[in-house]
């Protein structure tokens, strides 16, 4: 069975670092563009970063540019989220998911993912 599990969540103070993983079992999930999305408390998911099949095409929300960097490794089938200099407005559940209708464009709406992992929190303190 197809499943996106996420770790490496936690809490840490403004200007730290994380690093999320999202581990993908399946053939079919792993082969696919992959995405990170977050949710905060009384907000709507948003798209956090997306990325191709490749990793040659890769896209990020305006508020997390030159901050966040998305990767993933096919022959571990993971996708990893590089998180520095961590502002308390990154604190939500971030979720990774799989667009099961690509492998090379990457799209950043969310009824364009198919399979979601359970989420991972992270908390930023000030």
């Known amino acids: 069975q197809e499943q996106l599990v996420e770790s490496g969540g936690g809490s840490v103070q403004a200007g730290g670092s994380l690093r999320l993983s999202c581990a993908a079992s399946?053939?079919?999930?792993?082969?696919?563009?992959k995405a990170w999305f977050r949710q905060a408390p009384g907000k709507e998911r948003e798209v956090v970063a997306a990325i191709s099949w490749t990793g040659g095409t890769t896209r990020y929300a305006d508020s997390v540019k030159g901050r966040f960097t998305i990767s993933r490794d096919n022959a571990k089938n993971t996708v990893a989220l590089q998180m520095n200099s961590l502002k308390p407005e990154d604190t939500a559940v971030y979720y990774c998911?799989?667009?099961?209708?690509?492998?090379?464009?990457?799209?950043?709406?969310?009824?364009?993912?198919?399979?979601w992992g359970q989420g991972t929190q992270v908390t930023v303190s000030s």
């Open positions: 998911a799989a667009d099961m209708n690509q492998r090379m464009v990457v799209h950043t709406t969310i009824r364009s993912y198919d399979y």
């Open positions: 399946g053939r079919t999930v792993s082969n696919y563009v």
